[in-house]
Structures are given as C-alpha cells and as structure tokens.
C-alpha cells in the first residue's frame, strides 16, 4: 500500500531536549515535505527536498532541521525543542511537480 | 500563487450531493487547481485536481469555469464520513511541492 509514514504519532518532551521525528514514503517520490498545522495559521511549509542531498527553507523554518540522505526519509530534526514548537506535524511526497501530495497521519509534538 | 476564496461552512443532507464553491479569480494560465480534504487532525487527504477541463474520479467531480476564475468541488452522494474541511489550492507545478492551504470549508454532513 502507498503510503507516508511517520513516527512518533505522539511525542511530549522538555525544553531543550534534542528529537527527530521520521518520515518514510514508499512510492519512489522525488519530492518532500514537512508542514506544520496549528489553530488559525493553517498548514505551513517547514522544510521541503527536492530529491536526495537537495533540501531548501519553506517558511517556517527556524528551529528545524532535515536531512536527505536517502530517497525514502525526510527526517525532521529540532536539535533544541521550545515550546513555540508544540504543533502537529505533517511530512508529504509526491511525484512530478503538478501529481497530488500524499500526507502522512501526522505527529502531535508538545514540548514543556 | 493565486489566492482562494470558500466559504467558511457548509451543511449538506445525508445522500445529497454536496456543492463546494472555490473562487480563485486571479489564477493564471498554467496553474491547476486542487482540492484536499482534512478528517479531525488526520492528513490531508488529496481529492482531485485539474487544469481546464471537468474532471471526475471515484470520489468527486471537479467542475471549473470557462474563464477559469472559479471552481466547484461535486461529492455526488455525501455520507456522514464526507463531514471535513475541505480546501481549494491553486498552484503552479514545481516551487519545491508548497502548498499554500487557507481556511478552507467546514463540510457537515447530516442524517
């Protein structure tokens, strides 16, 4: 089955405290993201990569990180977690520029 | 991008079909146009997309003007699952895969 995979569904954790947050797609996408969703604002784009070894800022990228080293994984990391960034996360993919995003189930992430 | 405009809410009957109306009258000629839906706080989910002409698949239909300013979304036979937030999007292909997701319709669907 098709499908964007990420974990942890669920995360809390503590100022300060470095974690990723994984993402895998199995239907050989070039392209993928990570969005960020919270009350009023919308989904908004974190990070996105082109293909392997190619990633760029979307517009919210400060306190994030990602990485690219396989076609498959787009992992998402805070290397210093505050609690500005308790949201629910999504990471997506997709194919050729104009084909539709595949979405994951999303991440609920509070940080205390 | 073009910017979209739905309403915020919407009610539809169980069984009827449900008419989801997007204005999006500064599109420009090589943008499509998008439709997600989004259950509680699953992922969205993709629903249909086109250029210029009506599409149709299993799950909706996609009607756009002739002039292209304005869209609507056709569930044919709406059931108590369709309740969600639906968004219109339209977007030039490339741009590194960003969609920009506005409020969107809130879609009750009731027995």
């Known amino acids: 089955e098709a499908q964007v995979t990420q974990n942890p569904r669920y995360l809390i954790t503590v100022t300060g405290k470095k974690l990723t947050v994984t993402c895998s797609q199995n239907?050989?996408?070039?392209?993928m993201s990570w969005y960020r969703q919270d009350p009023g604002l919308g989904l908004r784009q974190i990070y996105y990569?082109?293909?392997?070894?190619?990633?760029d800022k979307g517009d919210v990228p400060e306190g994030y990180k990602v990485s690219r080293k396989e076609k498959r994984n787009f992992p998402l990391i805070l290397e210093s977690p505050s609690p500005n960034q308790t949201s629910l996360y999504f990471c997506?993919?997709?194919?050729?520029?104009?084909?539709?995003?595949?979405f994951g189930d999303g991440t609920r992430l509070s940080i205390l | 991008d073009a910017k979209t405009t739905q309403p915020t809410s919407m009610d539809c009957a169980e069984g009827r079909a449900a008419n989801l109306p997007c204005n999006h009258s500064?599109?420009?000629?090589?943008?499509?146009v998008y439709w997600y839906r989004q259950i509680h706080s699953q992922g969205p989910q993709y629903i249909i997309h086109?250029?210029?002409n009506n599409e149709t698949n299993e799950m909706a239909s996609l009607i756009i003007t002739e002039d292209r300013k304005s869209s609507t979304l056709i569930l044919p036979h709406a059931t108590l699952r369709d309740t969600a937030v639906y968004y219109c999007i339209v977007r030039v292909g490339g741009q590194g895969g960003k969609l920009i997701f506005g409020q969107g319709t809130e879609l009750s669907v009731k027995p």
């Open positions: 086109g250029l210029k």
């Open positions: 997506a993919s997709r194919q050729w520029s104009d084909q539709p995003q595949h």
């Open positions: 990569s082109m293909n392997v070894e190619v990633t």
């Open positions: 500064t599109i420009s000629g090589n943008e499509y």
């Open positions: 239907m050989n996408h070039e392209y």
